[in-house]
């Protein structure tokens, strides 16, 4: 039964000057998916060109030859496209809004016309530094308005980006440098955030130990703090830039060229290095941010990701500028100085797109209305949500008090490997329900298949995994280094489809619910974690013997880490000792892997073949123990119940 009387319908004034309605979204959808070629060819239109493209679209998910081009013959230059092309019109209209950590360090408007000039410039000292096409260059940086220089000076000279999230620790730094064979990092002396301050150098430094001495290190120095200093390695990127010349020509690219690389966790080994291309994720990311936020030229918009994640480059960067839109760039956290920094920022800065993760919906909600009601937030137009379903309650409170029942709220599904926005309401045509990310955006078709046949089903009432059947332009092409690899995590299960990964539920209104996981991939405050990443970090602790991690239910992050942990023979169980593993896979992966709880398993549920069962670690740290299911292939099915004697609900 359709549930009609649980949907927030759009004003008829949102609508009216929204670009689409109801009947709009659904005409230029069905053209989409009918004629993709014809659809697409118009919106790459959008961009400009250098060489115009006569392919529109190559691509195949049959398994064992999976290939994804789209433009394929065309030309462009990314940086061009979110630049130069807009000075005529833009050179004096604010690009990025600088935000400091401390609100008292007043922020920074820059135009595009400086936007221009110091990308160029950052461009030349890449290029002095033996930066060339195809490179790659790691950027770990704070949120500062070197980062997005920096990503588009790549850009500009066809180097490759590989951005590191600043909250990542050496160790986890220097795989990434290594894998993805960097000649370059970038990085800020520290990191300023939410008061205190990451010594990034110094993390850097610590990386750099762990690879190729040929890697060189750009140092911004942004908050002036001494650092160390190796001669012949580091340079002064600040220093160079005064010197360098602002005119650096866009490089001419092939839309297939590869424009960055963003690690993310899966299910097994290490984290996957994310390709994707020029042409196609720009075009993707431009039409998102447009529709999906009705974005409308003079708005200002801030997404408050950080640009270490996907969410960072494509609506921070990539998809406003290629729109010519006001980005705001913040350094801060939503907690600091007080619970009412995100509201301030609005008010000052007049935001009309707001676009952040549930988690932080939850945190602020916890400190009640009043740090919102503080503020005038009577700019804002749209309210968006990414990272992880969002409950009801903080839908609620998003939309009765932040969006004051007048700002409808875009709840956007997509994944690092999408490039954009796969799932989400365009705000002036469909009507929302609370946690569901709605219908699918132009060209995007996903199915429902049954999780063990594979069948499609094609009921609308339908519950499975969640899979695409064809392609869109903002799609991952390749693992990077490792074809096999994407091939097996994306096309082998179910063959034909896309496999996101995630549990899937269509209700009678055709409206889809995102039900989470079914990987051993958690989502914890929005941030991807593969369990097996954190396991191997806890194994490597010389007083660990075992590890399993799950996640469980946290009311604020969304879902908390849960490591079950056996230890060596000679180990004595401690405080201490749990403290001492703590840290360590904070040192190993960064703060945001920390486990929230540790439990002491003597035993772990095995199969009599040596499996753990994970399901039954799932069960027990959801406080579900009612519906075990069939433990009776356990080798020992007494470690059960000691395991749910000892677990954070029996503590
Ligand atoms: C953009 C981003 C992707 C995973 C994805 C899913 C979860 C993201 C969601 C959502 C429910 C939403 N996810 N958005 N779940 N509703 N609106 O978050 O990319 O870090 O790669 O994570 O996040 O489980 O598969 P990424």
């Not at 408050?304 to 290629?322: C, E, F, K, N, R």
């Not at 096999?484 to 009678?508: I, L, V």
């Not at 055709?510 to 079914?518: M, S």
């Not at 403290?579 to 549920?605: H, M, Y």
Request: proline residues 6%; hydrophobic residues 35%; glycine residues 8%.
């Amino acid at each position: 039964m359709s549930d009609e009387t649980l949907m927030t319908k759009p004003s008829p004034a949102f609508t009216a000057s929204a670009h689409i309605d109801r009947a709009g979204y659904d005409e230029m959808y069905a053209r989409s998916v009918s004629d993709p070629v014809g659809f697409w060819g118009e919106m790459g239109k959008t961009l400009d060109w250098i060489t115009p493209y006569t392919q529109v679209k190559n691509t195949t998910f049959d398994f064992g030859r999976v290939d994804i081009q789209w433009y394929s013959d065309g030309v462009l230059n990314v940086s061009a496209n979110c630049i130069d092309r807009h000075l005529p019109k833009r050179s004096l209209q604010t690009a990025i809004i600088f935000e400091p950590d401390d609100p008292e360090t007043p922020a920074q408007h820059i135009t595009y016309k400086e936007l221009s000039d110091k990308v160029n410039r950052f461009a030349n000292v890449l290029l002095s530094q033996g930066v060339m096409r195809g490179d790659r260059v790691v950027i770990y940086l704070p949120m500062i308005p070197e980062a997005a220089y920096a990503m588009l000076a790549c850009a500009r000279i066809g180097a490759i980006h590989s951005i590191v999230f600043a909250g990542f620790s050496p160790d986890a730094l220097a795989n990434r440098i290594n894998d993805s064979g960097a000649k370059v990092v970038i990085t800020a002396d520290h990191a300023p955030r939410g008061g205190r301050s990451t010594p990034l150098k110094s993390n850097t430094d610590a990386a750099l130990l762990h690879c190729s001495d040929k890697v060189r290190c750009l140092v911004v120095k942004h908050t002036g703090e001494q650092t160390s200093w190796v001669q012949g390695r580091d340079v002064d990127v600040k220093y160079l830039m005064e010197h360098a010349s602002p005119e650096c020509p866009p490089r001419p690219m092939n839309a297939e060229d590869p424009l960055f690389v963003l690690y993310t966790s899966g299910s097994t080994g290490k984290p996957k290095g994310v390709v994707h291309t020029s042409g196609g994720y720009l075009t993707y990311a431009a039409l998102t941010h447009k529709y999906v936020f009705d974005y409308h030229d003079g708005d200002v918009f801030w997404c408050t990701a950080d640009v270490g994640w996907v969410t960072g480059h494509s609506y921070i960067i990539y998809g406003p500028l290629a729109n010519g839109a006001t980005t705001v760039m913040f350094e801060g956290v939503p907690t600091y100085p007080d619970a009412g920094r995100f509201w301030q920022v609005c008010e000052k800065h007049k935001v009309n797109q707001f676009y952040t993760a549930p988690t932080a919906l939850r945190a602020l909600m916890a400190h009640g209305n009043a740090p919102v009601e503080k503020y005038d937030l009577s700019s804002i137009k749209v309210l968006g949500t990414v990272g992880e379903p969002i409950n009801p309650e903080a839908w609620n409170w998003y939309n009765d008090v932040v969006g004051k029942g007048k700002a409808p709220i875009v709840d956007t599904w997509w994944q690092t490997e999408t490039g954009g926005h796969l799932l989400a309401p365009l705000p002036g045509a469909v009507a929302t329900k609370p946690g569901s990310a709605t219908l699918p955006f132009f060209g995007v078709q996903p199915v429902i298949l049954d999780a063990t046949s594979g069948e499609e089903i094609t009921t609308t009432e339908a519950e499975g995994v969640l899979c695409l059947k064809d392609s869109w332009p903002g799609q991952m092409r390749t693992v990077w280094g490792d074809h096999e690899r994407f091939q097996e995590t994306y096309f082998q299960q179910y063959k034909g489809y896309y496999f996101s990964g995630d549990g899937c539920r269509r209700d009678a209104d055709g409206y889809y619910w995102i039900t989470g996981r079914v990987d051993d991939v958690i989502n914890v405050s929005g941030h991807r974690m593969g369990t097996a990443e954190v396991e191997s970090a806890l194994v490597a602790h010389a007083a660990v013997a075992e590890a399993a991690v799950v996640g469980y239910p946290h009311e604020i992050k969304g879902q908390g880490i849960y490591a079950y942990v056996t230890l060596m023979n000679d180990q004595e169980p401690s405080d201490a000792l749990k403290k001492e593993l703590e840290v360590w896979v904070r040192t190993e992966i960064g703060p945001i892997a920390k486990p929230d709880f540790i439990q002491w398993a003597p035993g772990l549920p095995k199969t009599r073949s040596g499996k753990i069962m994970r399901r039954i670690l799932r069960k027990i740290a959801e406080n579900d123990t009612g519906s075990m299911g069939d433990i009776s292939t356990l080798a020992d099915p007494s470690v059960v119940e000691d395991l749910i004697g000892n677990s954070i609900y029996a503590v």
